[in-house]
């Protein structure tokens, strides 16, 4: 649990956010209390990407929808340019679909509604692809038991025999699905793996003193977080370090794989009759007077 000592209370951060609409809709900045919470990469132009280049991981937090892994890479909407349609909103409109985005700062937490404009029945996967600037001693609490889908990077870190030829993931119980420990993300040891809580749509991290929670509201459609740690172990010729923690609709990385499993639910989020999908993300911080060890 998470709590001071001597009926001490956690301080609520008040957080504030930058974004880039120019740029994909990009978030820039989420910060409180002194603290950058985003990640920024070393990666350069970010700033002249078009639809069909390949990623370019500047950090930060990315829009990708209609999927994260696959084609095309990260998704369709961090390459474009966004229209600003007031303050704090903006739109982009891809092939398939268009998304709307409100950010808002209300009581010191971060506020983001979207809305998904497509054809009835469009299936897709969203993610908010936050990179996160977090201390070796930083760790995800999400509640324990949420299967925990992990990918093929992962499996030489497993048992021989847990990972099976062709599978497409390994489901296992959350904090250490297959005997691997994933609520601490480290010091660098060279690895990078990445994996999805399904159904996880309240999750926190903790770095220290200060907690930063991320909050999914979409009741009719699949949700999870995705985990991305990769501690120096990603691009081969150039690794680094980078942590995501992403809440997402959809279960998995790449749409294209949404069929390969009959969860409840479903894999991929699915436009209904009416035409459009609404959702929210809520980001709160707070500050713990001391972690109970």
């Known amino acids: 649990m998470l709590s001071g000592t001597g009926g001490s209370a956690p301080v609520a951060v008040p957080l504030r956010v930058a974004v880039d609409h120019r740029h994909g809709g990009r978030w820039t900045s989420l910060a409180g209390g002194g603290r950058e919470w985003l990640w920024r990469g070393g990666a350069t132009g970010r700033d002249r990407v078009a639809p069909g280049d390949a ?37 982009v409109d891809c092939a398939e679909f268009t998304l709307a985005r409100w950010i808002t700062e209300e009581e010191g937490a971060v506020q983001a509604r979207y809305r998904l404009v497509a054809e009835p029945g469009y299936r897709f996967v969203w993610a908010a ?27 030489d870190l497993l048992q021989p025999e847990t990972w099976r030829t062709g599978d497409r993931w390994h489901t296992g119980a959350w904090p250490d699905p297959a005997g691997l420990p994933l609520d601490r993300f480290g010091p660098d040891d060279g690895t990078a793996l990445g994996a999805v809580l399904v159904g996880a749509d309240d999750v926190r991290v903790v770095d220290g003193a200060d907690v930063l929670r991320l909050r999914l509201h979409c009741p009719d459609q699949p949700r999870a977080t995705a985990l991305w740690r990769n501690l120096r172990g990603w691009p081969a010729a150039a690794p680094y370090r980078s942590i995501g923690v992403e809440p997402m609709l959809g279960r998995v990385f790449d749409l294209a794989e949404a069929d390969l499993d009959a969860a409840p639910g479903g894999n991929a989020a699915v ?10 993300l809520v980001l709160t911080a707070h500050r713990l007077p001391r972690v109970d060890r």
């Open 271 to 280: 436009v209904p009759a009416g035409g459009e999908v609404e959702w929210e």
């Open 129 to 155: 692809h936050a990179l996160l600037d977090l201390s070796p001693s930083a760790r995800l609490v999400a509640p324990p038991g949420t299967p925990t889908r992990l990918y093929p990077e992962a499996a």
């Open 55 to 91: 990623f370019v991981d500047a950090g930060g937090l990315e829009e990708c929808v209609p999927t994260v892994r696959g084609t095309p890479d990260h998704g369709d909407a961090w390459s474009r340019p966004w229209r600003t349609t007031g303050p704090g909103s903006a739109v």
